[in-house]
């Protein structure tokens, strides 16, 4: 049984920075491609990033190159998300997703992966 498991969330201040992290078990992490989006209340999700098996990592749109890093320690069965700059309007649940097809690559989007864990909240005040 697959479990995603988001944390390091929280309240920060604009300008603050935040680093989340994902475990993942009951599969080879080192071989399935990763990845982050988030959801603000009332608002669509948003593809944030994602890192291939290969731990190649992109990103979505323009707006998340420069302050969102992904990355993934597969001795750890870990992924991450490193945040700067944080500012209110990324406030949102993140969420890290996870597919089945293994040496897969990164989708056009994340909503075609299978898994996802709970998310882990992250509020910016201003």
């Known amino acids: 049984q697959v479990q995603v498991v988001e944390s390091g969330g929280g309240l920060v201040q604009a300008g603050g920075s935040l680093r989340l992290s994902c475990t993942v078990s009951?599969?080879?992490?080192?071989?399935?491609?990763m990845g982050w989006f988030r959801q603000a209340p009332g608002k669509e999700r948003e593809d944030v990033s994602c890192?291939?098996?290969?731990?190649?990592?992109?990103y979505y749109s323009d707006s998340m190159k420069g302050r969102f890093t992904i990355s993934r320690d597969n001795a750890k069965n870990t992924l991450y998300l490193q945040i700067t700059s944080l500012n209110p309007e990324d406030t949102a649940m993140y969420y890290c997703?996870?597919?089945?097809?293994?040496?897969?690559?990164?989708?056009?989007?994340?909503?075609?992966?299978?898994?996802r864990g709970q998310g882990t909240q992250v509020t910016v005040s201003s």
């Open positions: 997703a996870t597919d089945t097809r293994k040496y897969g690559y990164c989708p056009d989007t994340l909503a075609r992966f299978t898994y």
């Open positions: 890192i291939s098996w290969r731990g190649s990592g992109g």
């Open positions: 009951g599969l080879t992490f080192d071989d399935y491609p």
